[in-house]
């Protein structure tokens, strides 16, 4: 685990500073979908310090198990609006509102915890019918209608693209979503920031990182293949 974990780092550093960016503007997203809670331990342990679910009900027997671990919590899975409540109790930055519904729900529950939700709009940048996220052309509305909400605070994008063997094909969604983050940081709207884009995983994370990703969300190259 800790060779793994030094191997992405040291991956994640050297895309970084091959592009002129300074490695600590990347950070890393343990994805911990279907690992044992012994494993993230073990994980913590080596040194990760942000952990990313896909899954509530996964994710609070984790959190239940891990509290006192020194842990940021980041939901990057679809998440359906009557589960909000849950996501707000235990996540600190949530990757995958996509619609204004989603994003009402979560200002609710985070009103109700006293909280400010920090979250991020996905993107479907690819047009694919199977994943979820709003698209590029209406993410300029969702986002104005989003930051009128009391609660809730838009940190940046958060995207997938296709999947492919060779990274480089992944790149024109990258770099579309990042020219799609400096368009609406343009736009200077009341209360939202562009600071973070997620996107980038274990096949593409450093396409990525070339692209412009500060969140790159890695699960298999850290904990291998899952059964």
Known sequence: ??????????????AATACGRDPQTVRLVAVTKTVSVDRVAEAIDAGIDIVGE??????????????????????????????AKYAVRMFDLIHSV????????????????????????????????????????EAMDLVTDISRLEHVRIKGLMTMPPFFDQPERARPFFHQLARLQRRIADR????????????????????AIQEGATLVRIGTALFGARR
């Open 54 to 83: 896909n899954y509530i009900q996964e994710a609070r027997d984790k959190f239940d198990a891990l509290y006192d671990r020194p842990l940021t919590w980041h939901f990057i899975g679809h998440l359906q609006s009557n589960k």
């Open 98 to 137: 996509d619609s204004l519904k989603l994003a009402r729900a979560l200002d609710k529950a985070a009103q109700n915890n006293a909280k400010i939700q920090k979250i991020l709009i996905q993107v479907n940048i690819s047009q694919e019918e199977s994943k979820s996220g709003t698209t590029e052309n």
């Open 188 to 207: 200077n709207i009341p209360g939202v920031r562009m600071d973070e884009l997620s996107m980038g995983m274990t096949g593409d994370f450093e396409v």
């Open 1 to 14: 685990m800790k060779q793994n974990l030094e191997n992405i780092r040291r991956r994640i550093a050297d």
